[in-house]
């Protein structure tokens, strides 16, 4: 099924449904029994890494198209390695990468998707998102006690059909970009609760990891099933095929990258991206060109 914005969700087994069926205690965290390992995962990669370096080379030069890939987990799940990892290849030039953290100020004094908006990548390249306006139905729904900074007019006494209203501006914005070249391509690292507290461990127990430790990760993590909820509801409420998400394992880093690495290339390789086109008058000039440049 071609979407609106061109592609068809690759067939990954951890596409999220579009039905609404997704249901996190039976989504893994870890890799089939049966899957590769470690060098046969990295040897994978490598070649997901080549390709998307070609494939970058032709977005840009064909210029219609943006990607936009959105990454969210709960802390320690790889986010930053992965799209360390995975963007490897990639020409720098063509690529930005945004980490949100806290609201400031000034984007507290603006709707809750401006900050996010404002840095959409444009066509051509592609835009990595470290966390996202997704924040805004899975954080900040846990801790509603942010919605005080965002000064909304109606107030916040009913928080079901705030989130509601949320998702229902994310769709349709996602749309939107959709339908104007954006293509859209989310993932959620789902690392498990276990692995997650073996992962902060080492960030105490590393001293080259210390830096890495926060100590509200613990209260975060405290309100674990509080945080499966929102992102099963929002998973459930904003996968469409035209801006799906994906649940990818992250118990195991070398699989997670591989994963994401295999959705980023299938759905570029659908796109009709094709390099622009030279008239007869332009070879013309070039050829012409060209013999002057040789008989110097």
């Not at 992962?199 to 975060?220: A, G, V, Y």
């Amino acid at each position: 099924m071609v979407t609106d914005a061109g592609f068809a969700p690759a067939p990954s087994p951890y596409l999220v449904p579009f039905d609404g069926s997704f249901r996190v205690d039976r989504a893994p965290t870890r890799p089939p029994e049966d899957a590769p390992g470690k060098k046969d995962n990295q040897k994978a990669l490598d070649d997901q890494i080549g390709r998307l370096a070609k494939l970058q080379q032709k977005l840009y030069a064909d210029d219609r198209y943006g990607l936009l890939l959105v990454f969210q987990a709960m802390d320690a799940a790889g986010k930053d390695g992965t799209i360390r990892a995975v963007m490897s290849g990639v020409n720098p030039a063509g690529c930005q990468v945004f980490a949100y953290k806290a609201p400031s100020h000034e984007e507290l004094d603006h709707d809750f998707l401006w900050r996010c908006m404002r840095r959409l990548p444009e066509r051509g390249r592609i835009g990595i998102w470290n966390r996202s306006h997704y924040e805004e139905v899975l954080v900040v729904r846990v801790n509603p006690g942010y919605l005080k900074g965002q000064r909304l007019p109606r107030g916040t006494g009913d928080l079901g059909a705030l989130w509601q209203e949320r998702y229902d501006s994310i769709r349709d914005v996602e749309r939107h970009l959709a339908r104007n070249g954006m293509i859209i391509l989310k993932f959620w690292l789902h690392v498990g609760k276990d692995e997650q507290r073996d992962r902060l461990i080492e960030r105490i127990d590393e001293p080259e990891s210390n830096w890495k430790f926060n100590p509200d990760d613990l209260t975060q993590r405290a309100r674990w099933d509080e945080y499966m909820l929102a992102y099963q509801d929002a998973l459930n409420a904003t996968s469409r095929p035209w801006a799906p998400w994906y649940a990818i394992p992250a118990d195991n880093k070398p699989f997670m990258r591989r994963a994401v690495a295999e959705v980023v290339v299938q759905t570029l390789e659908q796109l009709p991206l094709r390099w622009p086109e030279v008239s007869d008058a332009d070879r013309a000039q070039m050829k012409a060109l060209r013999g002057q440049l040789a008989g110097e």
